[in-house]
């Protein structure tokens, strides 16, 4: 469009050398269900009623993990001027939770939208969870060939253009059988209390990885904002 974000999704294939462009046509799933799979793979697919019914739309500034077969894809905004951004998400006032979907190339790539438990059609009404953001660090975490999956967000910057220095992270069971776009999930918040540990600036624009032997969640660099103007640190 105009403001020149984009809504494509890309995916390289490394063994073939070249980039296939995913589409996500709206379609009856159930119709497409084979019948020589299993029980316990019918059950799971017959849990979506119609794939790609929604989808994220435009946007730039968001941040995407792999979780197992699948990816989690949060924030960004849709638009952006030279005083503001209009965050990704749908239209609410401030404090709105994270827009987050899942992604899934496989065979028939589809988009989820993450339901969160803090939500309206989520399980808890208290509105628990990340607020929206763009600019933040996200990563992920496999714990254990049948545990969990674990996907970290750090920082970033708010609805009023605030910066943000909260930690959250969101458990998702690692088999696909564990796994329904339908359900809800709880983000749960890993910032400790700043009177017993150090806690890093408010940023945004930096990167995060799990370090997977220390089992320990990096941040790396980014933009402050020390009350003057927004530096690099």
Known sequence: DESGTLGDVWQYDAPANAWQELSFPARDYKSLIPTNISADMLTYMCKIERLNSAEPGKRAGHNIAALGARALMCGGYSAASATSYSLAGALCSS??????????????PRWDKLLHAGEEGGADSEGKGPVRRWGFGMASWEQGANGYMF????????DSGE??????????PKTMMGFSPSSTYAFKSCSP???VSLVPEAR?????????????????HGFAFDGKGIYAR
């Open 95 to 108: 404090g709105c939770l994270l827009d987050c979907w899942w992604l899934t190339p496989l065979q028939l």
């Open 204 to 220: 945004y624009g930096h990167t995060a990885v799990f370090h997977e032997e220390s089992a320990s969640l990096i941040i790396s």
């Open 193 to 195: 209390s700043a009177s």
């Open 163 to 172: 910066l943000l220095a909260d930690c959250w992270y969101i458990q998702v």
């Open 151 to 158: 996907g970290f967000i750090h920082g970033g910057m708010g």
